[in-house]
């Protein structure tokens, strides 16, 4: 019987990371467009309900990532973002549509991981301006709304491509494994994340929980 190999990706603290952070954004997703779109919003006519779940979801994020941050494995989560803060020769070939191999992340993976953190930030900054403009007019501004309805909509198209990498694509979802279990084959790390998972390919282990055992 041909018996698999796997190597450890991701470590809890980073599923756990990806999870809420995943759970919360359809939650907000879901409110937001309860309260945007006329048809909806008729639908649903409990608006004061709709928005206090947004509001509390909002809060609710950010308190459950700081605190997975802190009592997490923090030193891992410091790796990992200089892992995706890193940009080199062969990230810049693999986007212009050359092969070059890749690390942990691709690149796509690290523009996607930035936009993501940079949306994060300007949802909560215009979420707040919309939340306090309306207890002191001098914070309330029309470009707020705009940019926060903006963000929703370049959120969905990413969100979108995200899903059908992680969900469809015969040659990528085995990613799903990782972020769920923790643990990805061998051979499908060396295919498309050589950089990262040569060195370890002797660390790699036949029984995936021995693999995805740690942090
Ligand atoms: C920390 C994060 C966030 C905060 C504090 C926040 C806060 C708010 C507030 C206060 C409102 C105004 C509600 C009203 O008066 O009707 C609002 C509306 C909205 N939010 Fe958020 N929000 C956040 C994240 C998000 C996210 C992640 C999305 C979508 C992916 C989103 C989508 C929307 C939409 C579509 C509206 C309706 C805007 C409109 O009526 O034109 N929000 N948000
Ligand atoms: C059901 C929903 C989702 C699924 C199935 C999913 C799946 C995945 C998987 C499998 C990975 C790991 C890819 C790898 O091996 O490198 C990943 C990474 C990631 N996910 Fe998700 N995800 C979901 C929702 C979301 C949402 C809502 C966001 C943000 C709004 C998000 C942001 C990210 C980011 C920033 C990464 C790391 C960079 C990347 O791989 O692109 N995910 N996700």
Redesign the pocket.
Known sequence: MATENYLRRFSRTERALHWVHAAA?FV??G???A??LPSLSEAVSR?PLV?AI??DT??A??AALTLIVVVGDRSGVRRTLRELDLFDADDRRWLKGRRAPQGRFNAGQKLNAALTAAF?VL??V???L??YG?RDTRFRFAST?LL??G??YV??VLLVGHLYLALIHPKTRHALRGMTLGTVELDWALTHHRKWAEPRSSAAVSDASEASSGD
């Open positions: 954004f907000l997703l409110s937001g467009l309260l945007y608006r928005k947004h509001i909002a809060l994020w950010v994060a949802f909560s215009s979420g707040f919309l939340w309306e709304l926060h309805d963000l929703m959120s969905l």
